[in-house]
């Protein structure tokens, strides 16, 4: 798709140029005066909390964000594959995959040693993260996927939309009601800031308090929460510009190190004709931030222009600058408890994405964390608020994201001092000069974690089962399931497993079956259904509500080596009837795929099989032998609740 070319305009790129207007802002509507939980912040990590908990409308969700409407331009411009993979799990991959830049290659330049004023091309590489994912990193507007989110939010069971021009003010956290899970301790003030509400306040009481409020967060001061690290700074002037250029790589993403200038960051964009700019600029004196570097987008051209050098860059128009600091912080804790508190603790508000945790652009981390943040903490609250686990699973999100969060912090230190010319503060290394050798190596060492594919959580009663991982050698316990293809027994159509596992608060279980054929009422693939199916220890029948439709609350899929199957041969249980009509569902068995069989891909042991358990945010919770199926109830039942 090609857009763009006669001026960047921003809203749905399905719509041609000259046609395409930007999202409206919706109507202001009074805050709530109760809800059970209040996201403050329409950035990705609140949109992401926003629609995951649009899918249940049961539970009562309300977002508010002091901006006018939603975001147009700039920022985070990266889409990690995980991100995509997560898109993916809210049914809106397609559009992104369709709209971004993929990216394929990087390029280095450095002064060229013949005439050094002068930049040469040292090397062109294919992308690390090739490979890693089903999905490419691609390259979209952040407000493009903002869009996705909210369009998917609006066409939920909840229709939920933000409530925006409301700032936050004051938030407090009545501690005497913090264990009631029915109690409303969180009172949140807003300030109207729209024209007809101007001077007017609404407060809202709450059940939960999410703070998606960026880097400034108000909901982390409100908890006391400090923010742990490095404020100093360097500044980036970043901008999204049209332009034209004989600099032969402007459509490949580039390290460029000039001789006496500085070094600049190119990455193209999306629509064919826009392309981001990352110019390094000096270092901020202490106490300095980025609003006080008195810079205009002027000066980042002719600063580019210099580096660039012999090549000429001709700016068309500039759709969106700014000066961008950096600074690598974390917060001391993710949520309200204080530190150390154990986890039968109830936590009620909690902090996720750049409230969190902060750092330099240049590995395009910021989104790509944010967004997974809360896509991990979403079906812990929803699935405690519909009474489904025990609280104390809520304690589980800050150890499990701020991990990632300090790995984010360590990662980005690292580049930040292999990108930046001149030393970053803190930073007392006497390098000079960027070697773009040391970040190709750095790209390809952390390829996993940039692409976000190799994020892992920490062995937990979440997390479980590490003595079998030899039984899936492909699956990484603690990471997310990665997807390889199956075919249906039912049609014949290859699916990827992985795109089954939804946004919907379901469990997933995995079961890959032995080289016994499971029609064989000895073999164990068919014991571990009867058991699924009809043991009183069963998870599935412990957990499902009665009357509810079997999957509700556990959703099974069996993947078999034998591929003369057939679905009317197989157990009920793996084609259940379900809904008002009894309807049997024929998407849940399928078999290995001749030449492209997801038992090599993911390294399954073929004679033993496994059992592999998926979370809702779709990381690998357990890897059990298909025998296992006291271990498998055991699992379920540290954390769940029993339903009538
Ligand atoms: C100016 C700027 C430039 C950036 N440039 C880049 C870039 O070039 N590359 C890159 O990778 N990343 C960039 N980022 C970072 C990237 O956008 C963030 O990492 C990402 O958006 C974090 O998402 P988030 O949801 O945590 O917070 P944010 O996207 O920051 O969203 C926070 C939201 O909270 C709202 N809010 C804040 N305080 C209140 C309050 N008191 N009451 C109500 N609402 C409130 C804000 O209006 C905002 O909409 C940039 C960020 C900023 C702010």
Known sequence: MQYHLNGFKPGNYEVPDEVREPYPNPPIEDLPDEVDVLIVGTGPAGLTMARQLS???DIKTCIVDMAAGPLLFGRADGISCRTMEIMEAFNSSEMVVKETYQLKQNTFWEPDEANPENIKRTHKVADARAG???????IVNQ??????????????????????????????IDDSLTQDLEAYPITATFKCCDDEGAGKTETVKARFVVGTDGARSKVRKSMEIPLL???????????????NTDFPDIRIKSFIQSKNHGAVMTIPREGGYLCRFYVELDLLGKDKRASDVKLTEQDLIAKAQKIFHPYTLDVKEVAWWSIYEVGQRIAERFDNRPVDSPEEVIPR?????????????????????????????????????????????????????????QQLIDADRELSRLVATRPTAGDDSDQAKVDTAKIEAFMKRQSGFVAGTSIEYFPSYICTGQENQHLATGYHIGQRFHSAEATRVADGRVQHLGHLVKADGRWRIF????????????????????FLA???????????????DIDSVIDTYAVFQQQ??????????????????????????????????IYDLRGIDRSQGCVVIVRPDQHIAAILPVSAHEELAKFFDVFMIEQE
């Open 143 to 172: 407000a493009r996927l903002h869009e996705l989110l909210l369009d998917g939010m609006e066409r939920s069971v909840t229709h939920l939309r933000p409530h925006y021009s409301r700032e936050l003010v004051e938030m407090t």
């Open 511 to 530: 079961l890959f079956g032995d080289k016994q054929t499971p029609t064989d009422t000895s073999s164990e693939a068919y014991k571990f259904i009867d």
């Open 534 to 548: 009809s043991d009183a220890s069963s998870p599935v029948l412990k957990y499902t509500p009665k009357g509810a």
């Open 564 to 597: 003369d199957l057939s679905m009317q041969d197989l157990p009920d249980y793996l084609w259940p009837a379900k809904g008002k009509y009894g309807l049997r569902d024929y998407e849940k068995v399928f078999h290995a795929e001749e030449g492209n069989d």
């Open 349 to 405: 508000g909690f902090v996720a994405g750049d409230a969190c945790h902060t750092h330099s652009p240049k590995g395009g981390w910021g989104l790509n964390t944010s967004l997974p943040d809360t896509f991990n903490l979403g079906w812990k609250l929803a699935s405690v608020l519909q009474g489904k686990c025990h609280p104390k699973l809520l304690s589980t999100y800050g150890p499990e994201r701020r991990k990632v969060a």
């Open 229 to 243: 690290g490095d404020s100093a700074n360097k500044a980036w002037g970043v901008m999204d510009i049209l332009l």
């Open 55 to 57: 899918e249940f409308p």
């Open 132 to 138: 890693l994912s089903e999905f490419t990193h691609g």
